[in-house]
């Protein structure tokens, strides 16, 4: 691996207003949520938002002036999306989470599910994106999925869902105490050099492909940034960016340690 004879300071992307009309409107939705608690000492919870959510909703919390008694709940140590929970010191509450296994019946020799076997029987029963949090696929319970979602949803999906894909399951609903811990995902490290830090270099790089053809990808409107789609090849990326490129998969850029002997930038990334 190239050694940094030139370490940098860190760079991060800073945060990017709302850009859309739902955005402006969930940013209004969490104020109104974060006033009715306050005022009236009473718990008040989001739906499950996605990671560019919950960064709308921080900048709307602290546009209300909230500084603390809010968290953000997944129902697992690691979760992606989360619910938001608005909880003043003196109300009662509890997050509005629950847990549904899924268990399949698949004959000796068939494919089990996919990940988007799953959420296409989920989204079959008419649950709206945002009523779903993670769904887990644990490497050591084949056959096992874990879906987190709100309460009416887990109700729903344990009266309705009997198959994924072609392969008929069972449905348990959990509590969150009763959901095991999950083994962390060992992620393989990876480090490259490129002549910039734009966006067509670095994902170029990660995709081991031409720089024109990392282009092509961005301009056919195939790859985001922190689940913002991206558009400029020339675009500046910054440590701790999450790049989804369709087709292809999700990276994370971890780490940007400096530049090579060759005066080339480092980078250091895995995928998800």
């Known amino acids: 691996m190239a ?27 969490i104020e109104d949520l974060a006033h009715t608690a306050f005022s009236r000492d ?10 560019r959510e919950q960064d709308l909703a921080r900048a709307a919390l602290g546009r209300a002036g909230v500084q603390e008694g809010f968290r953000f709940e997944g129902g697992w140590l690691n979760a992606e999306r ?9 109300s ?5 989470i629950c847990c549904v296994r899924l268990q399949c019946r698949a004959q000796a020799g068939a ?24 769904i887990l696929l ?17 109700q729903l999906i344990c009266r309705e869902l009997f198959q994924a894909g072609h392969t008929e399951l069972t449905t348990e609903l959990l509590t969150l105490d009763e959901v095991p811990q999950f083994p962390q ?17 670095v994902l170029a790089a ?49 780490a940007l340690p400096g530049k090579s002997r060759k005066d080339r930038s480092i980078i250091e990334f895995f995928q998800y």
Request: with cysteine; net charge negative.
């Open 3 to 29: 050694r940094s004879i030139d370490p940098q300071p860190k760079a991060a992307r800073g945060f990017i207003p709302a850009r859309t009309d739902e955005e402006r409107y969930l940013m209004r939705h």
């Open 42 to 51: 009473i718990a008040r919870y989001s739906a499950f938002l996605s990671d």
């Open 206 to 254: 990660m995709l081991h492909c031409s720089r024109g053809q990392a282009s092509e990808l961005i301009e056919a409107g195939r790859v985001e940034i922190n689940h913002l789609p991206a558009d400029k090849p020339h675009e500046q990326v910054y440590e701790g960016d999450v790049f989804t490129v369709r087709g292809k998969g999700r990276f994370n850029l971890t």
């Open 111 to 134: 494919a089990l599910p996919a990940h988007k076997d799953y959420l296409g029987s989920l989204m079959g029963l008419e649950l709206r994106r945002e009523a779903l949090g993670d």
């Open 82 to 90: 989360r619910v938001l929970c608005i909880e003043p010191e003196y």
């Open 185 to 201: 995902a060992e992620r393989e490290m990876h480090s490259a050099t490129v002549s910039s830090l734009r966006l067509d270099a």
């Open 92 to 96: 009662c509450g509890e997050a509005p």
């Open 138 to 154: 644990p490497e050591d319970q084949p056959g096992t999925a874990y879906v987190f979602a709100l309460e009416p949803a887990a």
